[in-house]
């Protein structure tokens, strides 16, 4: 069974940082892109980040390019995402999501998430 | 960029009847269109992909259909548990983007 686990959410302050991991089971991690895609409270979904099954490749959207970096380690089956300088508009709950297609950018399986608070 | 819109905001039907949600971009995404479904506090569900193909364990009453810049989702026959959010996602270039939602009320 695909699972897929997201952990290291929080309360952080504005400015500070954060680093979301994804723990992915059930299938041959290596071999997948991955996504993270994030939803603000009352808002609806927002792509954020992917990379390659090698994470030699990588794409942000650009309300978070320059401060969050998608890293992967295939030896541990795990994602991450390594989010500085936040903002307030940050706060979202962050999902990661197996990326399929000819981009890889729609996902079949997502975990169920971490909530990310960026309030002073 | 380009920019996914859903219509209606909210689409209020009774159990049993039909609903149809519309998807539009604003350049054409050739047949890369995805389809899920949202509730409260769970992950989202992937319905649809490639416009039409239903992604696995979705019942045959959800369909797909479409192409380029207009696209639906029908749902042929409302379950209860189909009351929810319901977000296209265009994955035809960089970056991707989701529709803004189309909420599935009971009426």
């Known amino acids: 069974e695909v699972q897929l686990v997201e952990s290291g959410g929080g309360l952080v302050q504005p400015g500070g940082s954060l680093r979301l991991s994804c723990a992915a089971s059930?299938?041959?991690?290596?071999?997948?892109?991955m996504n993270w895609v994030r939803q603000a409270p009352g808002k609806g979904l927002e792509w954020v980040s992917y990379?390659?099954?090698?994470?030699?490749?990588?794409f942000y959207a650009d309300s978070v390019k320059g401060r969050f970096t998608i890293s992967r380690d295939n030896a541990e089956n795990s994602l991450y995402l390594q989010m500085n300088s936040l903002r307030a508009e940050d706060t979202a709950v962050y999902y990661c999501?197996?990326?399929?297609?000819?981009?890889?950018?729609?996902?079949?399986?997502w975990g169920q998430g971490t909530l990310v608070t960026v309030s002073s | 960029e380009i920019v996914m819109t859903q219509s209606p905001a909210t689409l209020s039907v009774s159990p049993g009847e039909r609903a149809t949600l519309s998807c539009r971009a604003t350049q054409g995404v050739s047949t890369n269109l995805a389809w899920y479904q949202k509730k409260p506090g769970q992950a989202p569900r992937l319905l649809i992909y490639g416009t039409s193909t239903r992604a696995t364990g979705i019942p045959a009453r959800f369909s797909g259909s479409g192409s380029g810049t207009e696209f639906t989702l029908t749902i042929s026959s409302l379950q209860s548990e189909d009351f929810a959010l319901y977000y296209c996602q265009h994955y035809n270039n960089w970056p991707p983007a989701f529709g803004q939602g189309t909420k599935v009320e009971i009426k």
């Open positions: 990379t390659s099954n090698g994470g030699s490749s990588t």
């Open positions: 059930g299938f041959a991690f290596s071999n997948y892109e």
């Open positions: 999501a197996r990326g399929r297609g000819p981009i890889a950018t729609y996902g079949d399986y």
